[in-house]
């Protein structure tokens, strides 16, 4: 890890395993893709991004390759799912939660692949159909919904 001020460091679900991050984030936002989904169990995944020289994990982890997209890190012991490594792209996905206990403010900037939710956020933050040109995507926004909450996948208007 760069020699940094700014330090985040979390430990995850069962202790077995924690991360340790140096200087800002490059970004902050939310991802509502099937894959994070899954592997979270959640309707939203919150993360934070990291250049790899500037995250640091220990303790016993399990690394899944499933693509050539994303390496997601879950830990040994109890399977908590603790980074998102982007292979040839130099960065690391942390998520959001392991980190706020130590001091990080969670301010999130855009969502990602927000045409896979299944639940609205009405928050003013851009919404990226898949992601911006600048990650690689079509650069297709979303519109903003009325409201939070869930919706039935049947009438989602926007696909």
């Not at 902050?28 to 099937?34: N, R, T």
């Not at 999130?108 to 898949?130: C, N, Q, S």
Request: hydrophobic share 35%.
């Amino acid at each position: 890890m760069t020699g940094d001020s700014e330090t985040y460091q979390g430990i995850f679900y069962c202790g077995a395993c924690s991360v340790s991050t140096a200087g800002k984030p490059m970004v902050m936002a939310y991802c509502h893709c099937h894959s994070c989904r899954k592997w979270h169990s959640a309707p939203v995944n919150a993360w934070c991004l990291w250049s790899a020289d500037n995250v640091s994990l220990s303790g016993p982890t399990v690394q899944s390759d499933k693509n050539n997209e994303s390496h997601r890190v879950s830990c040994g012991k109890c399977g908590y799912a603790l980074v998102n490594i982007k292979p040839g792209k130099d960065i690391v996905a942390v998520n959001a939660m392991s980190l706020v206990e130590s001091g990080l403010s969670f301010e999130p900037t855009f969502h990602i692949f927000y045409g896979e939710r299944v639940f609205d956020m009405a928050d003013g933050l851009p919404k990226w159909k898949t992601t911006p040109t600048s990650f690689g995507g079509d650069g297709v926004t979303v519109l903003e919904p009325d409201k939070t909450g869930w919706f039935s996948l049947n009438t989602r208007a926007d696909g």
